[in-house]
């Protein structure tokens, strides 16, 4: 049983940076695709980012392209998200999640099956 514990999230001015962390126990996800997924309120949750299990393979939602990296440390058994530049539209929860299945890199929360109980990221204006 996979268990995902998000770290890192707070309450920050519009132009700061905030790093999450996610951490996994219970087995290994280095075979496994990952992502950072979103949710503000009244809003449905969406992608911030997704990455492949080697961590060179990457996908982002396009609000967030050029400020937001995310990276893997498999060694470490941890998922990151950098975030620069943040804006007041940026604030929600951030959830990190994997999915099962191996193979492929869906954009599409319903295709991860395993999630944190997320982080709050709040961006004051």
């Known amino acids: 049983q996979v268990q995902l514990v998000e770290s890192g999230g707070g309450l920050v001015q519009a132009g700061g940076s905030l790093r999450l962390s996610c951490a996994a126990s219970?087995?290994?996800?280095?075979?496994?695709?990952m992502g950072w997924f979103r949710q503000a309120p009244g809003k449905e949750r969406d992608i911030v980012a997704v990455?492949?299990?080697?961590?060179?393979?990457?996908t982002y939602a396009d609000s967030v392209k050029g400020r937001f990296t995310i990276s893997r440390d498999n060694t470490k058994n941890t998922l990151y998200l950098q975030m620069n530049g943040l804006k007041p539209e940026d604030t929600a929860v951030y959830y990190c999640?994997?999915?099962?299945?191996?193979?492929?890199?869906?954009?599409?929360?319903?295709?991860?099956?395993?999630w944190g109980q997320g982080t709050q990221v709040t961006v004051s204006s």
């Open positions: 999640a994997t999915r099962a299945t191996l193979g492929g890199l869906p954009r599409d929360p319903r295709d991860y099956d395993t």
């Open positions: 219970g087995r290994t996800l280095r075979n496994n695709a």
């Open positions: 990455i492949g299990r080697s961590g060179f393979i990457t």
